[in-house]
């Protein structure tokens, strides 16, 4: 009897086992089959803002697409590869080697290696092309759906390769100071960029600009001509691989997520303003209470 009773409570368990294990494979596999934002492509043109990439979109990038736990491989063009695999402090590839498909997104840091290695634009200004293999790379990108970030001069690359579509881009703020400074370098890029038909959109330097319909986030991020440049690029750069990640994953993106540090300072600011006055008002109203007892 005994026997039997042990018999049946083992087969139960066992049940009970196996059951679970199928459970729990069923969602590994789950997981397995969920996309995930794991290898993106970063274009490098050479090294240093005057002649290349600039250095401090290209850092902001791989420290920010490393704290997502991405994998990022650097691409270059031949000539530039020597100069470039300084910033990338390893493996460069030739960008002929570029598949979309292999990727997750594609990201493009700014610097005058752009203008003058990815394109030639400072020789031809509006009438410039994009190199071939870049702009059919991009178009790939762009077909599938998945998410272009450009920083900095980066963002008349994605204006020229789809001017169809007349995407909503920003290079900065138009704008001019008193002094005769600007805050902003590339004023001149603005104009270029609209003639080619893009709508830009006046964005400070730790800000950023989306364009829903097309996926491509751009950001001025080092064009900002201050003081803080270094900081507000690495902000921008914070701000745009997160919003790339959530968009090859599908997710929604609320813009209040992704506030600068200076606006969620200022918020912080007038809420703690706020809690002043109110507990003024409220001792106030107390010590009213207590004289009004007293008489």
Same mark, same amino acid.
């Given at each position: 009897?005994?026997?039997?009773?042990?018999? #049946?409570?083992?087969?139960?368990?066992?049940?009970?086992?196996?059951?679970?294990?199928?459970?729990?494979?069923?969602?590994?596999?789950?997981?397995?089959?969920?996309?995930?934002?794991?290898?993106?492509?970063?274009?490098?043109? !050479?090294?240093?803002?005057?002649?290349? @990439?600039?250095?401090?979109? $290209?850092?902001?990038?791989?420290?920010?697409?490393?704290?997502?736990?991405?994998?990022?491989?650097?691409?270059?063009?031949?000539?530039?590869?020597? +100069?470039?695999?300084?910033?990338?402090?390893?493996?460069?590839?030739?960008?002929? @080697?570029?598949?979309?498909?292999?990727?997750?997104?594609? *990201?493009?840091?700014?610097?005058?290696?752009?203008?003058?290695?990815?394109?030639?634009?400072?020789? #031809?200004?509006?009438?410039?092309?994009?190199? +071939?293999?870049?702009?059919?790379?991009l178009i790939q990108f762009h077909q599938d759906k998945k998410p272009i970030v450009t920083l900095?001069? $980066?963002?008349?690359?994605?204006? #020229?390769?789809?001017?169809?579509?007349?995407?909503?881009?920003?290079?900065?703020?138009?704008?001019?100071?008193?002094?005769?400074?600007?805050? *902003?370098?590339?004023?001149?890029?603005? #104009?270029?960029?609209?003639?080619?038909?893009?709508?830009?959109?006046?964005? *400070?330097?730790?800000?950023?600009?989306?364009?829903?319909?097309?996926?491509?986030?751009?950001?001025? $991020?080092?064009?900002?001509?201050?003081?803080?440049?270094?900081?507000?690029?690495?902000?921008?750069?914070?701000?745009?691989?997160?919003?790339?990640?959530?968009?090859?994953?599908?997710?929604?993106?609320?813009?209040?997520?992704?506030?600068?540090?200076?606006?969620?300072?200022?918020?912080?600011?007038?809420?703690? !303003?706020?809690?002043?006055?109110?507990?003024?008002?409220?001792?106030?109203?107390?010590?009213?209470?207590?004289?009004?007892?007293?008489?």
């Amino acid at each position: 009897m005994i026997c039997r009773n042990f018999l #049946k409570i083992k087969t139960q368990l066992n049940k009970i086992v196996l059951k679970n294990y199928t459970n729990d494979t069923q969602s590994i596999n789950q997981q397995d089959h969920q996309p995930q934002f794991k290898r993106v492509a970063l274009i490098l043109s !050479g090294l240093g803002n005057e002649t290349g @990439t600039d250095l401090y979109d $290209a850092v902001s990038l791989m420290v920010n697409l490393n704290n997502l736990g991405v994998n990022v491989n650097f691409y270059s063009l031949p000539d530039q590869m020597i +100069e470039s695999s300084r910033i990338s402090r390893g493996k460069i590839n030739d960008l002929s @080697t570029l598949k979309p498909s292999e990727y997750q997104g594609i *990201f493009l840091p700014g610097g005058n290696g752009v203008a003058t290695n990815l394109t030639n634009y400072r020789e #031809k200004n509006e009438e410039f092309q994009v190199n +071939e293999i870049l702009e059919n790379a991009l178009i790939q990108f762009h077909q599938d759906k998945k998410p272009i970030v450009t920083l900095g001069l $980066a963002g008349i690359i994605a204006a #020229k390769v789809f001017i169809k579509y007349s995407p909503r881009l920003t290079l900065g703020k138009q704008e001019q100071r008193d002094d005769g400074k600007v805050n *902003f370098l590339e004023q001149e890029s603005i #104009k270029v960029l609209e003639k080619l038909g893009a709508i830009h959109v006046d964005r *400070f330097s730790n800000n950023f600009q989306i364009d829903f319909e097309n996926r491509i986030i751009s950001t001025p $991020a080092s064009l900002f001509n201050g003081f803080k440049r270094g900081v507000h690029t690495f902000e921008c750069a914070q701000h745009v691989t997160k919003i790339a990640q959530q968009f090859f994953l599908g997710n929604q993106i609320r813009m209040s997520d992704y506030k600068s540090g200076q606006y969620k300072r200022r918020e912080e600011q007038n809420m703690e !303003g706020g809690q002043r006055n109110y507990r003024r008002r409220n001792n106030r109203n107390q010590e009213d209470d207590q004289q009004t007892q007293e008489q």
